[in-house]
RNA sequence: AGAGAGGUGGCCGAGCGGUCGAAGGCGCACGCCUGGAAAGUGUGUAUCCGUCAAAAGCGGAUCGAGGGUUCGAAUCCCUUCCUCUCUGCCA
């Protein structure tokens, strides 16, 4: 959520800087300032008010004690009218900053210097590329038809028992999964992130904290009866775990991940697009999560994309990674590096990875501060990333590695899979 | 799910209608004491909003949350959430 005060003292940067998200805010940029001024004016009133009617509430006490009761009554009568005032000019606050509230609610966060403009992901930037296309002229097999033929996931059986897009893993899909579970979680922690096993039911105000409420509500799952809502990522819990703190400067940098089932409504897309582990209702995902100094957001960002580079060029797939423009940026971020996949067989780029900073957009939110050596509060930056979202790496590795004669396994994962081919 | 008890500052804990943002203790910070430390001792130690260029100061709000009674509520009433104990159910 912006600031008005950095709206105020920004506008015309904010402009300019939303515009790569093809909004004109002029006009609701100015709607802030002005219902940001009604409250803190209105707020003003109120307060004058209330302090005279603290005033004679102690007058009347001291009154009674003396036994002057006939100019309590009078003291009486005059806090009454002041109380009817205040009254009013309350409901007026709690509805101006409601107002007020509801439209910042609806403003996305101000893309960073570095974002390109753009109306599409076709206008996302190549910044990075590595890795080799193998040559699959002797086999090359899509991973939904990779799957079937090894056995290894069976989407009939999850359409049976859920619907489509709740694919069951078997035998040694099963087992791939929790060996890239269990690695991914370990090349976190070596990094120093600490890891968490979290609720994957949240309820409103964790929504509302990380953004995905009011923007994103179709998106997740909601259980009205209890109402909770399904995680549509850890990101979700995670960061929610620090709302509604203030830290103190040592307390930071921290660092969090966390292995969950991701749950996505996602409604709206078919076609090949979706076809196999392309896109699902259900996925398994392991997210890292960074709240640190404004100062150090953006050193922390780069961090974040060297280390999930290495996690990529470990299990030696081909990628390259987007700087996302203004139209693809999501709502929350400032600056979002998407990581892609290189499906060979499908002969298309597949998103594994998404990592941001949101700078203060989500800490203000959730009113996740830290106070300096003076005294002084700040919002923290916070910052996360998949590292890794599974199904589209296992497309990946299905793909890139089959061979003739069965898939082999990334030198890395054997140790956590036990086998080292599918056959 | 049923019955009961309770939610007060970083923590423990008093207050049960009138200068209560809240006694006392612990913790923490700074000082004194000490060769150094402990002990002892003194001082300080919540958050948010407004006013201000900013700080200080001043004003307002906050004792789980929301509402009500009252000139005045941490204290009384209602609603709601949460925690604990017992019973039930259950991996």
């Given at each position: 959520?912006?600031?008005?005060?950095l709206?105020?003292?920004?506008?015309?940067?904010?402009?300019?800087?939303?515009?790569?998200?093809?909004?004109?805010?002029?006009?609701?940029?100015?709607?802030?300032l002005?219902?940001?001024?009604q409250?803190?004016?209105?707020?003003?009133?109120?307060?004058?008010?209330?302090?005279?009617?603290?005033?004679?509430s102690?007058?009347?006490?001291?009154?009674?004690?003396?036994g002057?009761?006939?100019?309590?009554?009078?003291?009486?009568?005059?806090?009454?009218?002041l109380k009817?005032?205040?009254?009013?000019?309350?409901?007026k606050?709690?509805?101006?900053s409601?107002?007020?509230?509801?439209?910042?609610?609806?403003?996305?966060?101000?893309?960073?210097?570095?974002?390109?403009?753009?109306?599409?992901?076709?206008?996302?930037?190549?910044?990075?590329?590595?890795?080799?296309?193998?040559?699959?002229?002797?086999?090359?097999?899509?991973?939904?038809e990779?799957?079937?033929?090894?056995?290894?996931?069976?989407?009939?059986?999850?359409?049976?028992?859920?619907?489509?897009?709740?694919?069951?893993?078997?035998?040694?899909?099963?087992?791939?999964?929790?060996?890239?579970?269990?690695?991914?979680?370990?090349?976190?922690?070596?990094?120093g992130?600490?890891?968490?096993?979290?609720?994957?039911?949240?309820?409103?105000?964790?929504?509302?904290?990380?953004?995905?409420?009011?923007?994103?509500?179709g998106?997740?799952?909601?259980?009205?009866?209890?109402?909770?809502?399904?995680?549509?990522?850890?990101e979700?819990?995670?960061?929610?775990?620090?709302?509604?703190?203030?830290?103190?400067?040592?307390?930071?940098?921290?660092?969090?991940?966390a292995?969950?089932?991701?749950?996505r409504?996602?409604?709206?897309?078919?076609?090949?697009?979706?076809?196999?582990?392309?896109?699902?209702?259900?996925?398994d995902?392991?997210?890292?999560?960074?709240?640190?100094?404004?100062?150090?957001?953006?050193?922390?960002?780069?961090?974040?994309?060297?280390?999930?580079?290495?996690?990529?060029?470990?299990?030696?797939?081909?990628?390259?990674?987007?700087?996302?423009?203004?139209?693809?940026?999501?709502?929350?971020?400032?600056?979002?590096?998407?990581?892609?996949?290189?499906?060979?067989?499908?002969?298309?780029?597949?998103?594994?990875?998404?990592?941001?900073?949101?700078?203060?957009?989500?800490?203000?939110?959730?009113?996740?501060?830290?106070?300096?050596?003076?005294?002084?509060?700040?919002?923290?930056?916070?910052?996360?990333?998949?590292?890794?979202?599974?199904?589209?790496?296992?497309?990946?590795?299905?793909?890139?590695?089959?061979?003739?004669?069965?898939i082999?396994?990334?030198?890395?994962?054997?140790?956590?899979?036990?086998?080292?081919?599918?056959?």
């Open positions: 959520m912006l600031q008005p005060h709206i105020k003292a920004h506008k015309e940067q904010y402009i300019q800087a939303l515009k790569k998200r093809n909004i004109e805010a002029g006009a609701l940029l100015d709607k802030v002005t219902l940001d001024e409250r803190r004016a209105t707020q003003t009133q109120l307060d004058e008010i209330l302090a005279e009617s603290n005033r004679l102690r007058a009347i006490s001291v009154l009674y004690k003396k002057e009761a006939e100019q309590a009554a009078t003291a009486k009568e005059q806090s009454s009218q009817i005032q205040s009254k009013g000019l309350s409901e606050l709690i509805q101006v409601k107002e007020l509230e509801e439209l910042l609610y609806t403003l996305p966060n101000i893309p960073h210097e570095s974002v390109p403009s753009g109306k599409s992901d076709q206008d996302n930037e190549e910044i990075f590329r590595e890795g080799t296309i193998p040559d699959l002229s002797a086999s090359n097999l899509p991973h939904w990779l799957a079937k033929k090894y056995d290894l996931i069976d989407f009939e059986l999850g359409n049976k028992i859920s619907g489509a897009g709740f694919p069951v893993y078997k035998g040694k899909g099963a087992r791939l999964q929790r060996a890239l579970i269990a690695y991914f979680l370990d090349k976190n922690t070596q990094a992130y600490k890891e968490y096993e979290l609720p994957l039911l949240v309820n409103e105000a964790s929504g509302y904290g990380t953004g995905q409420l009011p923007d994103k509500e998106q997740m799952y909601e259980i009205p009866k209890d109402n909770l809502y399904l995680i549509p990522t850890a979700v819990p995670l960061t929610n775990l620090y709302r509604d703190q203030l830290l103190e400067e040592k307390d930071l940098p921290i660092a969090l991940t292995y969950t089932p991701c749950f409504r996602e409604a709206g897309s078919y076609g090949a697009d979706v076809r196999g582990l392309n896109r699902l209702h259900q996925f995902k392991v997210e890292i999560v960074n709240i640190v100094k404004a100062e150090n957001s953006y050193g922390k960002l780069n961090e974040m994309v060297e280390h999930v580079k290495v996690i990529l060029r470990e299990l030696n797939l081909p990628f390259r990674i987007l700087r996302l423009c203004g139209g693809d940026l999501g709502f929350t971020s400032a600056l979002t590096y998407d990581f892609e996949v290189y499906s060979t067989s499908q002969e298309r780029w597949l998103e594994i990875s998404s990592v941001s900073n949101f700078e203060t957009f989500q800490s203000n939110r959730l009113k996740l501060r830290y106070r300096d050596k003076e005294n002084k509060k700040h919002l923290v930056h916070t910052l996360n990333g998949s590292s890794l979202a599974l199904p589209r790496v296992l497309a990946g590795i299905l793909e890139n590695y089959q061979t003739m004669d069965g082999l396994i990334p030198e890395v994962l054997r140790p956590y899979t036990g086998f080292d081919k599918i056959v």
